[in-house]
């Protein structure tokens, strides 16, 4: 596998003192350009590789330090014209998150993707991992049905290549999945964004991208809905869209686990769904149809 480490910064932390899950997805990003810089690939990360999905698995708070966080990858799956790397994240001994990415490398002029080259194929080849596959989050078109929210997009959130950067679409699905949940629900807001007795931690999250968002000063939209409960956990599907067509960029599932209680040296405790959050978010449930 390929190990590198990802300095952390005191900027990425959130209000509950660790890193926020967006950020995760920019450490994951980090390791993959240092893989791509170390060998024939760098010439892909220039002229076009473009990211089809990504699948992430919290496992533990990453805390500030200097060490940073450390990232071992490798490639999980390899076709034609895509492949899939697998990503385990370290602080010390711990592991705080495994993920998975699947990218397509593409010519921008055409808009079109592309075939890998032989030297970058034989590059990736040489770093094939056996990684078990992350569980699948799934869930069917909101179909207009969620709360919709206005998506702005920043000129600093667009990439080399001239759209959103992936990244920052993690960014967009938990403005909107805090603005809306926090609406539904006073038992969802947020740590220092109010009072709530319950401490809400993210343990999947999963992105699907459909089209290139490019800027504009008009806004976009999201959609946000729980599309499945548990007994301690809501799993939440986003929907990034154009409100003027109703061109969708992307979708978002994320479970969101309840938890009492923790301190700076232990972490919350899960706990049931009250029964009256319970009943509120039954009542906005987006099933399969």
Partial sequence: MFHT????????????????NPLVVDYLQEARAAFFRAGPCSALLDSGVVVVGHQIRYDAPIRYMDAGVEVALGISRLGGARFEVAYQLYQGDRQVAEARTVLCPFDFETQRPTR??????????????????????TASSLDGHGTVTPCPVRWSDLDSYGHVNNVKVFDYLMQARITATTAWDPAMTRAGAGESSLTWLIARQDVDYVNQIPHRVRPYAVRTAPVALGRSSVTLAGEVFDPDDDTLFARGRTVLVAATGGSATEGPTKTDLPETLRATLSGRLVTAR
């Fill in 5 to 20: 480490t990802v300095p952390l910064r005191w900027s990425d932390l959130d209000a509950q003192g660790h890193v926020g």
């Fill in 116 to 137: 890998l080259a032989a030297t970058d194929r034989a590059w990736l080849e040489g770093h094939a991992v056996v990684a078990e596959s992350l569980r699948e989050l």
